[in-house]
């Protein structure tokens, strides 16, 4: 199942939110991703897609509205990101839903291969 326009904006506002930029690195919001998922969407189990298309609604869209936010991720500034992802880790299953979420995002920034060079620059 591919994403829509909508669910887009969500999961990239959502993977943005949880790696931010580096001294030397980019943040993964500044990345070009889309070769990244369509391998993701060819490539990835079907229980690592479902999760994070879980994730991307229920704290990309459905999150943001309960904490009385009024609108989904995308439209919130960095600091009330930040406060969502905050709160979701005090919650049972939001909490596991923010781990696939960094699980995805940190599979998709070390995707790029201006990351790859840089973090190998680092070591």
Do not use: N
């Not at 500044?30 to 998922?37: A, N, P, T, V």
């Not at 879980?54 to 309960?66: D, K, R």
């Not at 969502?84 to 939001?94: G, H």
């Amino acid at each position: 199942m591919r994403w829509t326009a909508v669910e887009r904006r969500w999961r990239d506002a959502l993977i943005a939110s949880v790696i931010p930029a580096g001294p030397s690195l980019p943040a993964l919001g500044d990345i070009e991703l889309s070769e990244f998922w369509a391998r993701f969407e060819e490539t990835a189990p079907v229980h690592l897609r479902l999760g994070m298309r879980v994730s991307t609604v229920t704290i990309g869209a459905l999150l943001p509205w309960l904490l009385g936010y009024f609108r989904t991720l995308p439209g919130l500034d960095d600091e009330q990101r930040d406060e969502v992802i905050e709160r979701a880790l005090r919650l049972p299953l939001a909490a596991l839903l923010v781990d696939v979420t960094k699980m995805v995002a940190c599979l998709a920034y070390f995707a790029d291969p201006s990351v790859q060079q840089s973090a190998r620059r680092k070591t």
